[in-house]
């Protein structure tokens, strides 16, 4: 039970961050996505970070996916 308060109060300090960073409604959607999946992901300013090997640029599309060429790239480039 701790645990789930825990989680839930995380997911909401991330979509407050987010909105105070200006963040489009696309690009929270899309963190949200990530995060179900994926739980190592985080905002850095506007960029979502993925495992610290993927950085997701506004307008959170396919093309705007970097880092180092792998699996976790070409997971999170099947996820956008």
């Not at 909401?12 to 739980?39: C, D, N, P, R």
């Not at 960029?47 to 640029?57: Q, Y």
């Amino acid at each position: 039970l701790a645990n789930k308060a825990r989680t839930e109060k995380e997911e909401k300090m991330s979509q407050a961050y987010a909105i105070s960073a200006g963040v489009s409604l696309e690009g929270q959607q899309l963190f949200q996505t990530i995060h179900k999946t994926i739980k190592d992901c985080k905002w850095q300013e506007k960029n979502i970070v993925v495992m610290e090997e993927v950085v997701i640029a506004p307008p959170y599309q396919v093309e705007n996916c970097k880092g180092k060429e792998g699996s976790a790239l070409s997971h999170v480039r099947k996820i956008v």
